[in-house]
Nanobody, 126 residues
Framework: QVQLVESGGGLVQAGGSLRLSCKAS????????MAWFRQAPGKERELVAA???????FFGDSVKGRSTISRDNANNAVYLAMHSLKPEDTAVYYC????????????????????WGQGTQVTVSS
């Protein structure tokens, strides 16, 4: 049974930074595309960052230059680091994993991912 468990969310001041963790079980992060999506109230879920099996990263336009995605194969975990946080970064952040993603548009499409975590709330105060 696959499980993705996020942690590290909370309340952060604007301009601050955060690091979210996603601990996987039932799959190997190095053999999947791992990603972070987020969903704000009233908005569609959007890609924050994705990391392919080969180590290529993709980022959403709103977080480019402010985010880093990384993985720790030994701990079977994926991390998202963000800095210069803005109130518009407030959302529920989800960890996702998928295998059959081959072209750029796939990495930005939430329906291409097979497994999801329960999400962790990030609130950025102004």
């Amino acid at each position: 049974q696959v499980q993705l468990v996020e942690s590290g969310g909370g309340l952060v001041q604007a301009g601050g930074s955060l690091r979210l963790s996603c601990k996987a079980s039932g799959l190997a992060v190095e053999r999947n595309t791992m990603a972070w999506f987020r969903q704000a109230p009233g908005k569609e879920r959007e890609l924050v960052a994705a990391l392919t099996r080969s180590g290529v990263s993709f980022f959403g336009d709103s977080v480019k230059g402010r985010s880093t995605i990384s993985r720790d194969n030994a701990n079977n975990a994926v991390y998202l680091a963000m800095h210069s946080l803005k109130p518009e970064d407030t959302a529920v952040y989800y960890c996702a994993a998928g295998r059959d993603l081959f072209i750029t548009v796939h990495f930005y499409t939430d329906s291409k991912y097979d497994y999801w975590g329960q999400g962790t709330q990030v609130t950025v105060s102004s």
